[in-house]
């Protein structure tokens, strides 16, 4: 939207690696959502920009989504260096939308929740099974025939996957996917069953097939040892060989991390 041509930390990290990204004093780089960073991804950007004499831009909330398994650099950052604070929200239509996310950014969650709880944007059960089960419900309910317009989100990948199995049953109880039509695939995080219609979270760049870590995609056609995928990004049809590509998994539910690239 902004017209500048982006990409991911690990496609850039590659190409600093094959000296394939060539930087000059007077460019400007742009990092978003720095505050999800980790470590040694931004040490190398860092270092790559610092020694090509440009600009590094660093675009974040630190009190927001932290790195996977580092140190939360970009605080660190931010504290010795300072900041400039966006104060205006723009996203927003409603002034009471726009208190509520005030109230986020100054830690007065409770007062956020309960707006949104009056407005009818938030609801509570009393079980995290109750929760699961009423989600679900939803999610089928607002389906019109536009699965690609939703995605569940959750915090962990264990509760991940009990929602994307929640999801396929009631699917296949309406008979949107073929029970008896199944087949098996091993991926990187162990077997599963996919059919026609299915929805495919991909996990890993492949330059070869031209997708991208994060993409999610609706099953075409299930073979032994293949899946034709259409992408939902750009409505283009792939070919996966599964024995060389392993990286996917059920696209209904998705940590909050992981719909950061979705």
């Known amino acids: 939207e902004a017209g500048i041509a982006s990409n991911t930390i690990a496609h850039y990290r590659k190409r600093i690696q094959h000296d394939n990204w060539q930087l000059k004093q007077g460019d400007v780089v742009i990092m978003d959502e720095a505050g999800m960073t980790g470590l040694h991804d931004m040490h190398e950007i860092v270092r790559h920009v610092k020694a090509s004499g440009a600009k590094l831009v660093l675009v974040g909330d630190y009190d927001q989504l932290q790195p996977i398994n580092s140190a939360p650099t970009f605080k660190a950052i ?8 966006l104060s205006q929200i723009m996203r927003q239509e409603k002034a009471g939308d726009r208190q509520a996310s005030t109230w986020l950014s100054q ?9 949104y709880h009056e407005q009818g944007d938030i609801h509570f059960s009393r079980t995290q099974i ?3 089960n009423q989600l679900v419900r939803d999610w089928f ?4 025939n536009r699965p690609t317009s939703q995605i569940i989100l959750a915090h962990t990948n264990a509760h991940v996957e009990t929602l994307n199995h929640l999801v396929r049953t009631r699917l296949m109880t309406a008979g ?8 098996r695939y091993q991926t990187s995080q162990g077997e599963i069953s996919l059919s026609v219609g299915d929805r495919v979270l991909l996990k890993r760049n492949d330059s070869s097939l031209g997708v991208k870590n994060g993409q999610l995609a609706t099953v ?4 032994d040892g293949k899946l034709t995928l259409i992408l ?3 409505q283009r049809i792939v070919q996966i060989n599964t024995a060389e590509y392993q990286d996917f998994y059920y696209g209904y539910a998705t940590t909050i991390h992981k719909s950061q690239g979705a």
């Not at 949107?176 to 087949?183: I, K, N, S």
């Open 220 to 223: 075409k056609a299930c073979e």
């Open 141 to 144: 309910a607002a389906l019109d």
């Open 78 to 85: 931010v504290e010795r260096t300072g900041f400039c604070e």
């Open 176 to 183: 949107l996917l073929a029970e008896d039509l199944q087949t």
């Open 107 to 115: 830690q007065k969650v409770d007062c956020a929740l309960a707006y």
């Open 232 to 234: 939902d990004a750009e």
């Open 130 to 132: 109750d929760a699961d």
